[in-house]
C-alpha cells in the first residue's frame, strides 16, 4: 500500500498515523491518566518528528500535573512503529492504543487498561471534530479526539511507588501537521462535580494560518449524559474570549445552545511543542487548571459544573484570539 493510500484512510480515522511518507512533519497522542484518589495526575505523549530532510525521532513526554515535572525521552526513528489497519502505536518497548497503554520508562512502568472509550462521532462529511476541515491538504495543525472520557484500571510503578488507577478517568486526543498554531488556547477536563454522571469538556482557539491570511478556529465539544454538545467554527458558532487577570472566559454559542467556561489558571509546567516538524518549541500547561462550566437551551440553564484537574495552555500571543 503506498503512502498516498495510507494517508487517505487515516483521514477518515484521526486516530490511526497519518505521517506516511511525510517531511517536516509531527504527530503525537495526549494521553491523560488521573487515579481515583485523584493525587496522581499524567499526561503521557508518544509521537514522532521528522525534519525537512526527512531525518526523524521518535519520543515520549511524561507530565506530573502534581508535582509539576516533565521529562522528555528521545527515541530512534525506527522505534516508532505505528498500525495502518487500527491506531495502534509502539515507541521502544512502550506501547499505546485506545484500549490499553504499556509504560517502559526509566521512571514509569507497568500497563493501564482503558474501558468505555467515548468516541467523537463520525459522519460523511465529518471524519472527526475538525469536521471538513480533515480534507484541506495544506492545514498547519490538525487535531483529533480519540476519546471525550473512559475509565482505567491497572497499575504503574513510579519513581519505586506503585498507583492503583482501578476507576481512574481518562482523556485521550491528539495532534499532527508541521507545527503548532502561533498562538492557541486550550482546555479540558472530565473531572465534574456529579461523579454519576459521564460530562466532559474539551475547548481550543487557535490562530489559523488560511491562504496567505489567517482566521480565528475553534473546536468544543461538551459531552453530557451520553449526549455530545458541538461548538465549532465550521458549523457557524460563535464565540467571545476574554482574559480577565488569572482567568480565561470564554462563550460558545451554536443555535439554541450557548456554553460558557471561566478557566482559573493554575501553575504548570515547560512541554516541548513542533515548529516545522521538530520538536524544539515549548509550551506551559497545567493539570491544575479549574474550570466553571454552564450550559444554556436558550434562556434556560441546564448544567452547571465545575471542572478538577483541568488541563490549561495558553501558547503564543493570546491576544490575538481575544474579542471585544
Known amino acids: 500500500?503506498?503512502?498516498?493510500?495510507?494517508?487517505?484512510?487515516?483521514?477518515?480515522?484521526?486516530?490511526?498515523?497519518?505521517?506516511?511518507?511525510?517531511?517536516?512533519?509531527?504527530?503525537?497522542?495526549?494521553?491523560?491518566?488521573?487515579?481515583?484518589?485523584?493525587?496522581?495526575?499524567?499526561?503521557?505523549?508518544?509521537?514522532?518528528?521528522?525534519?525537512?530532510?526527512?531525518?526523524?525521532?521518535?519520543?515520549?513526554?511524561?507530565?506530573d500535573g502534581k508535582?509539576?515535572?516533565?521529562?522528555?525521552?528521545?527515541?530512534?526513528?525506527?522505534?516508532?512503529?505505528?498500525?495502518?489497519?487500527?491506531?495502534?502505536?509502539?515507541?521502544?518497548?512502550?506501547?499505546?492504543?485506545?484500549?490499553?497503554?504499556?509504560?517502559?520508562?526509566?521512571?514509569?512502568?507497568?500497563?493501564?487498561?482503558?474501558?468505555?472509550?467515548?468516541?467523537?462521532?463520525?459522519?460523511?462529511?465529518?471524519?472527526?471534530?475538525?469536521?471538513?476541515?480533515?480534507?484541506?491538504?495544506?492545514?498547519?495543525?490538525?487535531?483529533?479526539?480519540?476519546?471525550?472520557?473512559?475509565?482505567?484500571?491497572?497499575?504503574?510503578d513510579y519513581d519505586g511507588k506503585e498507583i492503583d488507577f482501578e476507576k481512574g478517568i481518562g482523556y485521550i486526543e491528539k495532534d499532527w501537521g508541521t507545527s503548532f498554531p502561533q498562538c492557541w488556547i486550550w482546555m479540558q477536563s472530565n473531572h465534574f462535580d456529579a461523579l454519576d454522571r459521564k460530562v466532559s469538556l474539551m475547548a481550543s482557539v487557535a490562530h489559523i494560518p488560511w491562504m496567505g491570511n489567517y482566521f480565528i478556529g475553534f473546536l468544543v465539544g461538551f459531552y453530557l449524559d451520553d449526549r455530545l454538545y458541538k461548538f465549532a467554527t465550521y458549523t457557524g458558532a460563535k464565540r467571545t474570549t476574554i482574559i480577565n487577570g488569572d482567568q480565561v472566559e470564554i462563550s460558545f454559542k451554536q443555535g439554541k445552545y450557548k456554553l460558557d467556561v471561566i478557566a482559573h489558571k493554575a501553575q504548570g509546567t515547560d512541554l516541548i511543542s513542533p515548529i516545522s516538524g521538530q520538536m524544539r518549541g515549548k509550551v506551559n500547561e497545567s493539570l491544575l487548571a479549574i474550570l466553571d462550566v454552564k450550559l444554556f437551551e436558550n434562556s434556560t440553564l441546564i448544567y452547571t459544573g465545575k471542572g478538577r484537574n483541568a488541563g490549561l495552555e495558553l501558547g503564543g500571543d493570546v491576544e490575538i484570539l481575544l474579542t471585544s
Open 1 to 63: 500500500m503506498n503512502n498516498l493510500l495510507k494517508r487517505w484512510k487515516a483521514t477518515w480515522n484521526p486516530e490511526r498515523y497519518h505521517g506516511w511518507g511525510q517531511k517536516a512533519y509531527f504527530e503525537g497522542w495526549y494521553f491523560k491518566i488521573v487515579n481515583e484518589a485523584e493525587d496522581h495526575a499524567f499526561a503521557i505523549i508518544p509521537g514522532i518528528s521528522i525534519d525537512e530532510n526527512g531525518n526523524g525521532a521518535a519520543f515520549i513526554q511524561l507530565m
Open 67 to 156: 508535582k509539576l515535572e516533565a521529562h522528555y525521552f528521545d527515541f530512534k526513528a525506527k522505534d516508532f512503529k505505528p498500525s495502518i489497519e487500527r491506531f495502534e502505536v509502539s515507541v521502544g518497548t512502550n506501547y499505546f492504543s485506545a484500549n490499553k497503554i504499556i509504560l517502559d520508562l526509566p521512571n514509569l512502568k507497568g500497563t493501564v487498561e482503558i474501558a468505555g472509550t467515548t468516541a467523537w462521532p463520525k459522519s460523511l462529511g465529518a471524519p472527526g471534530i475538525m469536521g471538513w476541515y480533515s480534507f484541506v491538504p495544506f492545514m498547519q495543525c490538525y487535531h483529533g479526539v480519540v476519546s471525550l472520557h473512559h475509565t482505567l484500571k491497572g497499575k504503574l
